[in-house]
RNA sequence: CGCGGGGUAGAGCAGUUGGCAGCUCGUCGGGCUCAUAACCCGAAGGUCACAAGUUCAAGUCUUGUUCCCGCAACCA
């Protein structure tokens, strides 16, 4: 490529909670193949990722660790670019949001769009209970009186800045009706269009007052400003962008070629990120690519549940390259994907090991055993060769459209078909067969030739993919020409020497690996639970907060326009109470009435969905709920202690 | 009737502007021996969710029904 174009891609940075598991680091994975391409094809790339650090959650857990947040998010962030690092990625900076360069510049913006007029000062507006210090709605009232405690509530406002976000969601639209690929997958665009844009843009509160880990707002210092404006723009401030000035860095690669983020945050960086840059009168990122989530099975990876699979643990059982392999491949566009331990140690055998693995072992020994390691030129070409060679150039081209449109899964796929073709050329030209007499050695000599070319050209197309592999493969083979263009034009390798044969990807013994791995996270699971026990240890005066009574449904009732809850009357001896509870996916009246149940009864009541609530009911399970009943019969209204 | 996506072989998926229903894994049978019990070939397996319509021709277009998923709402 003579003229090289500049290429700046993201992937979303990451929250410093906790440590991130293998559905967190597929994003890295995934913008690093992207990254790799491109600089393949000659692009000028810059590939930027790093951690987002302030918030409420990192200043509770600090305390709860009982260090500084400083510390705290120091030693995750830590955690995340290892992992980053063992995942072998090609990032070319990794922003902090506690940086301090990045702190200032989002002051300077702040203050920026504060002084335009398109932050402005207002209030939560509400009914303030000043007792219990906290704000309610209208709805939310009982009686008209503070539902913690009773007393009178009064009109109160509390500050905080908004951005006007409504000024600008004509233009929004229109960029993203004119740009047909600025949403990725497509199918999100309508949801956000129609779900936010079209209904009227809320203004968004940009600043916080109810915690302090976060950066001051510097011209009202009580405020830290909220996360939007905080993270989203790392991706101009990692650049050099200042708000007064700009940094050469930024001056080339920005608007950003592609963010790639998960689903879930697709609506902050299509509608609130877009608008935030025009508010400062810059480009629009050209693609926001929403990737699907993997799951272990059919489930999302929790905790509590105990299926969180991690990265470095499955470095450790299967390599880097094996784990970049079935991330990539296994997400298909627009979906989300499936991980288990099964499906990888599958997935491992049959395309690393098999196709793959075995296809280089089986070339590099047939060509020690036949010519002592010496590769010749090809004297002849016959049709199956015809062939080989331009199924090769076919799979080239596809490996690339689908790169270009970030069909990634499908695009390493077609590297692998070079594989597959690859042993089922050696199938029909049956190298062992030539191998006998002299008179056909000289046609397995261009045989072998052909073979090794197809590797090599293999080999260069594998790289974004399993960069390690590809130079294990090139090593062996012994390739020198690496260049990318090189793979539309079959003929490139030289007469030489090959390495020595030595096995990519050992053969896994399924059940044996499968066992080994269930006998470790089981050990692992116990220990997280002991350990998760202990920090959350709380005195028998604080549970006795709690008061629990038995209940007994009098009635179930269907709350309308809300699919998960149910309105119940449960009698509590002394009384009946109304309790809406979202159970409604697991429960109705025929599996509810009469039911004796836990009930939390002290809890302080809430309007939902216009009903009131007054308490609490006690259920166990996330997937598949189930209500806490009574073994034995206990008259409504009886105490639990 | 809030908005959107989807239902294709046992599993996971592809199928662009209508033109012989495909890929990977799995199962069964055969071949081969260079190679990691690897590789290659063949077979079985489909009412393309259901129903109606347009058309010479529908997985593909239209309408209705149904189920699943996402977003929103809402779950303490």
């Given at each position: 490529m003579e003229k090289k174009e500049k290429f700046y891609i993201t992937t979303a940075i990451a929250y410093t909670s906790k440590k991130p598991h293998i559905g967190n680091t597929y994003e890295i994975i995934l913008t690093d193949a992207i990254a790799r391409f491109k600089r393949q094809q000659g692009y000028d790339v810059f590939f930027l990722t790093g951690t987002d650090e302030h918030g409420e959650k990192i200043e509770q857990l600090a305390n709860e660790a009982k260090i500084p947040p400083k510390q705290y998010v120091d030693s995750v962030a830590k955690e995340i670019r290892d992992i980053w690092d063992l995942m072998n990625t090609s990032y070319d900076k990794f922003i902090r949001t506690t940086d301090d360069y990045h702190e200032e510049t989002v002051q300077k913006i702040f203050k920026k769009l504060y002084d335009q007029g398109d932050i402005y000062k207002g209030y939560y507006e509400g009914l303030y209970c000043t007792p219990c210090e906290s704000f309610f709605t209208e709805t939310q009232l009982v009686d008209g009186k503070?539902?913690?405690?009773g007393r009178e509530v009064k009109q109160a406002k509390e500050e905080a800045y908004f951005f006007k976000m409504s000024k600008y969601q004509d233009r929004l639209l229109k960029y993203i009706e004119d740009n047909?690929?600025?949403?990725?997958?497509?199918?999100r665009k309508k949801e956000m269009i129609n779900n936010f844009i079209k209904p009227g843009l809320q203004d968004l509160?940009?600043?916080?007052?109810?915690?302090?880990w976060g950066i001051p707002v510097?011209?009202?210092?009580k405020h830290v400003v909220y996360v939007w404006i905080d993270a989203l723009t790392n991706y101009i401030t990692a650049l050099g962008y200042k708000c007064d000035s700009k940094d050469d860095l930024y001056k080339k690669y920005w608007p950003a070629d592609v963010h790639v983020i998960?689903?879930?945050?697709i609506r902050f960086h299509t509608i609130y990120w877009p608008i935030m840059l025009m508010a400062l009168g810059e480009e629009l990122p050209k693609t926001v690519y929403g990737h699907g989530w993997y799951l272990f099975g059919e489930d999302k990876m929790s905790k509590s549940k105990g299926n969180v699979i991690y990265a470095d643990y499955l470095v450790k059982k299967f390599g880097v390259d094996a784990v970049r392999y079935y991330c990539l491949a296994e997400m298909s566009f627009a979906q989300d994907g499936s991980i288990t331990y099964d499906a990888i140690i599958n997935k491992y055998n049959s395309d690393?090991?098999?196709?793959l693995g075995n296809l280089v072992n089986r070339t590099v020994s047939m060509i020690h055993k036949y010519f002592d390691g010496k590769i010749y030129l090809p004297t002849d070409e016959k049709d199956v060769d015809k062939e080989l060679k331009s199924s090769i150039a076919i799979i080239a081209d596809n490996v690339e459209s689908n790169m270009n449109k970030l069909y990634v899964a499908d695009a390493l796929n077609e590297v692998m078909n070079i594989a597959r073709k690859c042993n089922k050329y050696i199938d029909e030209t049956e190298p062992w067969v030539l191998g006998k007499e002299e008179v056909t050695k000289e046609r397995l000599k261009t045989v072998l030739y052909n073979l090794v070319e197809s590797i090599r050209i293999l080999s260069i197309l594998l790289e974004p993919f399993m960069p390690e592999t590809a130079t294990k493969i090139q090593k062996q083979i012994n390739a020198?020409?690496?260049?990318?263009?090189?793979?539309?034009?079959?003929?490139?390798t030289q007469e030489g020497k090959v390495g020595e044969a030595v096995p990519l990807f050992a053969r896994l013994d399924d059940k044996k690996v499968l066992e080994e791995i269930h006998n470790e996270i089981s050990v692992e699971k116990k220990l997280a639970t002991v350990e998760d026990e202990k920090v959350n240890v709380i005195t028998i005066d604080e549970f006795e907060k709690v008061q629990l009574k038995v209940g007994q449904v009098l009635s179930v009732e269907k709350v309308e326009k809300a699919d998960k809850l149910l309105k119940l009357e449960v009698d509590l001896g002394t009384e009946k109470r109304v309790i809406v509870s979202g159970i409604a996916k697991w429960y109705n009246e025929s599996n509810l009435l009469n039911k004796k149940i836990v009930v939390v009864t002290n809890l302080k009541p809430v309007k939902l969905r216009g009903i009131e609530s007054n308490g609490m009911l006690l259920a166990a399970g996330e997937e598949d709920v189930k209500l806490l009943t009574i073994d034995g019969d206990l008259p409504a209204g009886t105490n639990i202690h």
């Open positions: 503070c539902p913690d405690c047909p690929g600025f949403i990725q997958p497509e199918s509160c940009v600043s916080r007052t109810s915690f302090k510097d011209f009202d210092p998960g689903k879930d945050i690393l090991a098999n196709v020198n020409e690496l260049a990318y263009e090189t793979v539309k034009t079959f003929g490139k």
